[in-house]
T-cell receptor
Framework: DAEITQSPRHKITETGRQVTLACHQT?????MFWYRQDLGHGLRLIHY???????NKGEVSDGYSVSRSNTEDLPLTLESAASSQTSVYFC????????????FGPGTRLTVT | QQQVKQSPQSLIVQKGGISIINCAYE??????FPWYQQFPGKGPALLIA?????SEKKEGRFTISFNKSAKQFSLHIMDSQPGDSATYFC??????????????FGTGTLLAVQP
């Protein structure tokens, strides 16, 4: 069955370190998204991609970057982790046409100390 | 700028009761309004969705009511069950059926259904 996976599921890192969160989907979806979830803020869009080599900034993109070298993967990089980036991160994917349904991964809980 | 406002933040309902969660939006270009359900430790999953050409959509115990003139939509859970206890997010997007479908989410409602 098609799925979307994230790794690691839990990560503790120190302030200033570079961190990369992985997202892999086997739906063959063109659209992929990264969100962060914080209490009181819901899900906020960090970056998104509509296809290979395409990336776009979302609502809260400062301090984050993504690259899309193939259809299946959209890694999220925190260039220099900050305590304000402690959050739960979700990756999602969707078809390029025909509806707004997004399929979410299980999430990565990141703690920056 | 919060384009989709959701209330209440939390809700406690007795088993068998009706749970109601409300959302309001600002952008009249939105044309797709989904609700996502999230259980602890899991990613959100699509529950039900509506487009503005209808005022109501029902799937089992879950109903979306849509008021285009008021720019509001709500989720009703009939005969609420303890298994419905989860966080619910409303969302909105524009360009349904097109090449892009960026969603704007509400802040979420934590529902607890007491047995």
């Amino acid at each position: 069955d098609a799925e979307i996976t994230q790794s690691p599921r839990h990560k503790i890192t120190e302030t200033g370190r570079q961190v990369t969160l992985a997202c892999h989907q086997t739906w063959n979806h063109n659209n992929m998204f990264w969100y962060r979830q914080d209490l009181g803020h819901g899900l906020r869009l960090i970056h998104y991609s509509y296809g290979v080599h395409d990336t776009n900034k979302g609502e809260v993109s400062d301090g984050y970057s993504v690259s899309r070298s193939n259809t299946e993967d959209l890694p999220l990089t925190l260039e220099s982790a900050a305590s304000s980036q402690t959050s739960v991160y979700f990756c999602a994917s969707s078809l390029n046409r025909g509806g707004g349904r997004q399929y979410f991964g299980p999430g990565t809980r990141l703690t920056v100390t | 700028q919060q384009q989709v406002k959701q209330s209440p933040q939390s809700l406690i309902v007795q088993k068998g009761g009706i749970s109601i969660i409300n959302c309001a939006y600002e952008n009249t270009a939105f044309d797709y309004f989904p609700w996502y359900q999230q259980f602890p430790g899991k990613g959100p999953a699509l529950l039900i969705a509506i487009r503005p050409d209808v005022s109501e959509k029902k799937e089992g115990r879950f109903t979306i009511s849509f008021n285009k003139s008021a720019k509001q939509f709500s989720l009703h859970i009939m005969d609420s069950q303890p298994g419905d206890s989860a966080t619910y997010f409303c969302a909105a997007s524009k360009g349904y059926g097109g090449a892009t479908n960026k969603l704007i989410f509400g802040t979420g409602t934590l529902l607890a259904v007491q047995p």
